[in-house]
């Protein structure tokens, strides 16, 4: 009853309230769009009816939802969304509205005095904002309650009447068809936007079907789907993987991303997480459309490139064609998307329409890669045919390696090729022919040892081909050999030349990999190596017999020219003429130019015969060995020291400027124009009579023509040896002959005298006055007789090896005193003046009185006969070191140059004319020769020619001074002495036992303790226990000879056994006899028959000179 009253005093609206509806009708009419309507509901109550106002709608879902709010002080506002306090309003959108809402009535809040708890009170933020009233109308359009409109008051104090309800349900009514006929005309909207949409995806399908019509590789068909279809859906980025044989998904397309995996080529594996392998194996698309269902798709990992944002929602579709997923295709968003029917619906049409454009490419692909296959194999085939054809022409290695390469390239792409064989010694790898390498490459690889870690070196050794199907395995092996990278990936074979069961090479190609799978290509390189295989080794065959027929045809050659080398250097005896003729055999079959050097007496060599193949450079060829000697470093002179052939395999500038005098020499050199030499020693009986030299301007000299060029030498040096012995022999005959002459000439001179004056004594035809001086011719002349029969004695003994000595230490001025008085009537008689100088101190010698009494008388008589009236002779003595040094030097008619070489050779005379201004027979500086050498000494000639006198100089070797008992010459008998070798333990071995007993006897009775052996192994053991002071042996014994056994005692140092002096006794009496002797170990060498004074003396003397 009160309550009825209490309305009825209200009074109804007012004028202002009224025109307040009229106003929200007209903004409420005055716009179709949604959010427009809410904004002017929500301005127009505040604050005209409120101090604020929420609007909320109820959405598909049956709850509502905040869709405008608005209030007096805007700072406030926030405090009307949901967010501000989650309880309370999930409590009022979850249920205090609905409820209202299922009420269908409005709900009037006078006080909040009137409401007790929150939960009662039908507006939530009334405790948070102050309410003190509230009003809260639902929205009713078309007999449907479509959401609720809440007005309350808060800081105003105002507090809601019915009459104030009246007005919000007006409002509310109003409020609910403007925002109906929004929803409607929002409905239109979309509806005429869906249809425009389906109209473009439909549009866009077109497009696509066309795009996907024209692609015909996988990478097409995904930039022709990927882009019609981010579009469409409005996506950031997709992308479009296919399956593999082996089960991986391998991106064939993307868009909208930055980077990460998702770019074209990578590949995912099968059971890898995230949505594209899922999808996959689901078959089944997935629809992850929120971050939650991204995140626990664990797509992240895949599609959160760095730099770029992680998607929010995502789509992904497996490619299915007859149950059978074939790829997949996905679709990332910026935010969370929920995809319509529609827009599900054009995925799925995308995906199907995707899968078979996929498979035509796939079949596409594989039709043309059969097509190109087919094209590959038929252009190698028509390559390999090219190939063998130009192979069956080609017969030698090097020819065969550079077909091979040649050809290489027309059958692999971008190829790189190296052909090499085994090398002789078959440690080596030989690079034969090359192509697309560097040359620091070449060069590395020239020569290359198979222990050598490397693709071609592995698969010759192993007898194993190697292919690497790409760059990074390649790298793994042979990390040492990887330089740089590629931009494009290459692959690498190495197949080795094998004949049965030998590997004569290999080849290593590196190429970019063909359309064609692995082990076609594969396939394809062992049949190449086969045919390369076929083709080198019928190369090494064809030059194998080649070479033999060369070397044949060389071996030929070589016997024809030496067949007509022996024939003309046997055919003279004259060595011009033998140089020449091997000029002409060498020049030019062998040489283009042959030079021909003979050896002074310092062994210098000199020019002898020249000849070239070109007559002008001939003529250079002479002029310059005429102006330019051979230095000490020139191979001619190198060759005559050494006396070894020596091949210059490649005479260069370089070789020239070391020869070359100066400039001039340098060009006459280059004009000649040597490319490769050979100097090779004339050697015949151990002695070196020349240089032979040849010299070409082609190819090069190799070792076979060495050896051909020392076989001409020999030839040769012989030849010319027989020619200098034939040359000797007829020199000695005519020396002999003149001798002859002479001898007869110098006997019967004095003879005439004595014979002449002895018949004119007997006659009485001599006058009384006249006969001392007659009977003193005759004695001059037979003692002049006399001297000459001696000098022919001594030269014989010389020659037999007879001349014996008998030495004693003495000092030599007395001797050479002697032989100056001796000498001094015949110099004062022809007005010679005789001059000594005699060193003062002591010039003590090992030798014997007589003989180098004899010897300075020689050299004095020579001095006397050759030096005109008034002339000087000087006599010099003195000792130089360990040496005394005799001087004799007249200033009389000199020594010509030419004869100064042969002044001590026997029968040798300055005049052998009939003419001749002086007597002799020639002997008296050859036995000065002979009695010198015989002391251990030298003699030497000096003379600057003719008038100006001639220097002899002899030197002897100091003995250790002693006190002499006797100066001059002893008698022979006190020289034999019978106990001159009293003390000494001597060893005699000699194989003859009556050369022993004869020996051991002469050496008993001499005074000596002598033990005997019969060969040189029983002197051995005798000398392992007895250590005797003199050895005397036989050289010429069976078994181990005397020169055997001096080396053997020789070389036992540092026994005392090994320092015994030793004597040789021989029938040998030769110089070069004598020298061998000494050289193997002997100190004294005595010849046999051995007179037994001679021995004990020399016996006696080597004790002497070596204590």
């Known amino acids: 009853m009160k309550s009825t009253e209490h309305r009825a005093r209200e009074p109804g609206p007012t004028e202002e309230q009224l025109a307040f509806l009229a106003r929200a009708g007209e903004r409420l009419a005055s716009s179709l769009d949604l959010r427009t309507t809410l904004a002017n509901l929500a301005r127009l109550s505040v604050p005209t009816l409120c101090d604020y106002c929420v609007i909320d709608l109820l959405e598909e879902d049956g709850r509502l939802h905040r869709v405008e709010a608005a209030h007096v002080d805007p700072a406030k506002e926030h405090l009307l969304t949901p967010q501000a306090s989650p309880r309370e309003s999930g409590m009022w959108l979850a249920e205090i509205g609905p409820r209202l809402l299922a009420r269908g009535e409005p709900l009037l809040t006078p006080s909040n005095d009137a409401v007790p708890t929150p939960r009662s009170h039908p507006f939530w933020p009334a405790a948070v904002l102050g309410t003190i009233s509230s009003i809260s109308a639902p929205l009713v359009a078309s007999g449907r309650t479509i959401g609720v409109l809440t007005l309350a008051t808060a800081d105003s104090g105002r507090r809601y009447g019915h009459a104030d309800l009246t007005i919000a349900q007006d409002l509310a009514r109003r409020a609910a068809l403007a925002i109906d006929n929004a929803r409607l005309h929002a409905a239109e909207q979309r509806a005429r936007e869906a249809a425009e949409r389906a109209a473009a995806r439909t549009s866009r399908l077109q497009a696509l079907t066309s795009s996907l019509a024209a692609a015909l590789t996988p990478a097409q068909v995904a930039d022709a789907v990927l882009q019609q279809g981010l579009v469409a859906v409005e996506a950031r980025a997709a992308a479009l993987a296919r399956c593999t044989q082996d089960g991986s998904l391998e991106i064939i397309g993307a868009l909208g991303f930055v980077l990460g995996q998702l770019s074209r080529g990578a590949r995912i594996a099968e059971d890898a997480p995230g949505p594209l392998a899922e999808a996959v194996r689901r078959k089944q698309p997935l629809w992850l459309e929120s971050e939650t269902a991204v995140a626990e798709a664990r797509a992240l990992a895949e599609l959160d490139p760095e730099g770029q944002a992680p998607p929010k929602s995502l789509a992904c579709l497996p490619l299915m064609l007859d149950d059978r997923a074939t790829g997949v295709i996905l679709f990332s968003f910026r935010e969370p998307r929920v995809l319509s029917h529609e827009d599900r619906s054009f995925l799925l049409t995308l995906a199907r329409q995707s899968s078979q454009a996929i498979e035509r490419a796939r079949l596409y692909e594989a039709t043309e890669r059969a097509r190109a296959a087919a094209e590959l194999a038929t252009m190698r085939l028509v390559a390999l045919q090219r190939m063998t054809a130009a192979l069956s022409d080609t017969m030698s290695r090097i020819k065969v390696a550079e077909t091979i390469v040649d050809h290489v390239r027309d059958m692999l792409p971008s190829c790189k090729a190296i052909v090499a064989t085994v090398s002789a010694d078959g440690e080596h790898l030989d690079l034969v022919r090359a192509i697309g390498h560097t040359r620091e490459t070449l060069d590395r690889y020239d020569s290359t040892k198979l222990t050598f870690a490397s693709p071609l070196t592995d698969a010759v050794r192993n ?645």
């Open 463 to 1107: 007898q194993t081909p190697l292919f690497f199907d790409d760059e990074e395995a390649f790298r793994a092996r042979y990390p040492h050999l990887a330089h740089g990278s590629s931009d494009v990936p290459y692959c690498v074979a190495a197949v080795p030349f094998l004949v049965e069961d030998r590997a004569i090479g290999g080849l290593v190609l590196r190429y970019h990999r063909s359309s064609q799978r692995a082990s076609e290509d594969n396939a394809f390189i062992l049949h190449l190596a086969r045919t390369c295989t076929q083709s080198l080794e019928r190369a090494y065959l064809y030059e194998a017999e080649r070479k033999a027929r060369a070397e044949a045809d060389i071996e030929r050659r070589r016997l024809a020219l030496l067949a007509e080398a022996s024939a003309l250097l046997n055919a003279s005896l004259d060595s011009t003429a033998i140089s020449e003729a091997l000029s002409r055999v060498a020049v030019p079959s062998f040489a283009g130019y042959c030079i021909v050097c003979s050896l002074d007496d310092d062994g210098t060599p000199q020019f002898m015969s020249a000849l070239h193949e070109d007559p002008e450079k001939e003529a250079i060829l002479r002029d310059m060995r005429s102006r330019y000697p051979f230095g000490k470093n020139h191979p001619i002179s190198e060759a005559a020291r050494s006396g070894k052939a020596k091949l210059l395999r490649a005479v260069d500038d370089g070789s020239l400027r070391a020869l070359a005098a100066d400039d001039e020499h340098l060009e006459i050199m280059r004009c000649i124009g040597t490319t490769s030499a050979i100097v090779v020693p004339l050697i015949a009986r151990g002695h070196t009579l020349g240089v032979l030299s040849f010299g070409t301007t082609r190819a090069r000299y190799t070792q076979a023509d060495l050896a051909l060029a020392e076989e001409l030498g020999q030839r040769a040096a012989l030849a010319l040896d027989n020619a200098r012995l034939f040359h000797e022999a007829q020199e000695a005959s005519r020396v002999k002959d003149e001798f002859l002459g002479v001898v007869s000439h110098e006997l019967r001179t004095p003879l005439n005298a004595i014979l002449g004056w002895a018949r004119m004594l007997r006659t009485g035809a001599v006058r009384e006055g006249n006969q001392p001086r007659a009977l003193e011719s005759i004695e001059r002349n037979a003692v002049h007789q006399a001297k000459l029969i001696d000098d022919l004695l001594d030269a014989s003994r010389i020659t037999a090896g007879k001349l014996r000595l008998d030495p004693s230490i003495l000092e030599l001025a007395p001797v050479v005193e002697a032989a100056v008085h001796s000498v001094t009537p015949g110099a004062t008689n022809r007005e010679i003046t005789l001059h000594t100088a005699f060193d003062p101190g002591s010039v003590p010698v090992f030798g014997d009185p007589s003989r180098l009494q004899q010897v300075v008388w020689n050299l004095l008589s020579n001095a006397i006969k050759f030096t005109p009236k008034g002339g000087r002779i000087d006599v010099r003595l003195a000792r130089a070191g360990d040496e005394a040094v005799l001087v004799v030097q007249d200033s009389g008619r000199g020594i010509r140059a030419e004869l100064l070489p042969h002044i001590f050779e026997r029968f040798r005379q300055g005049d052998g004319t009939l003419t001749r201004a002086s007597g002799g027979l020639g002997l008296g500086l050859s036995i000065v020769r002979h009695l010198v050498e015989a002391h251990g000494g030298t003699v030497r000639a000096e003379s600057d020619g003719p008038d100006t006198g001639a220097k002899f100089t002899v030197k002897l070797p100091i003995a250790k001074p002693r006190p002499l008992a006797v100066q001059g010459p002893p008698a022979d008998e006190r020289r034999a002495e019978k106990r001159a070798l009293a003390g000494l333990s001597i060893l005699v071995v000699d194989d003859e036992p009556d050369a022993r007993e004869i020996l051991s006897e002469i050496l008993d009775i001499a005074g000596a303790t002598v033990k005997t052996a019969a060969d040189a192994a029983e002197a051995l053991r005798i000398l392992s226990d007895f250590v005797p002071d003199v050895l005397v042996s036989d050289l010429a014994m069976p078994g181990d000879d005397g020169l055997s056994l001096i080396r053997k005692i020789r070389s036992r140092t540092p026994d005392r056994i090994a320092t015994v002096p030793a004597i040789a006794l021989t029938a040998y009496t030769r110089p070069e006899d004598r020298v061998r002797a000494l050289n193997a170990g002997f100190q004294m060498h005595v010849p046999k028959p051995v007179d037994p004074t001679e021995l004990v003396v020399t016996i006696a003397s080597l004790r002497t000179l070596l204590a």
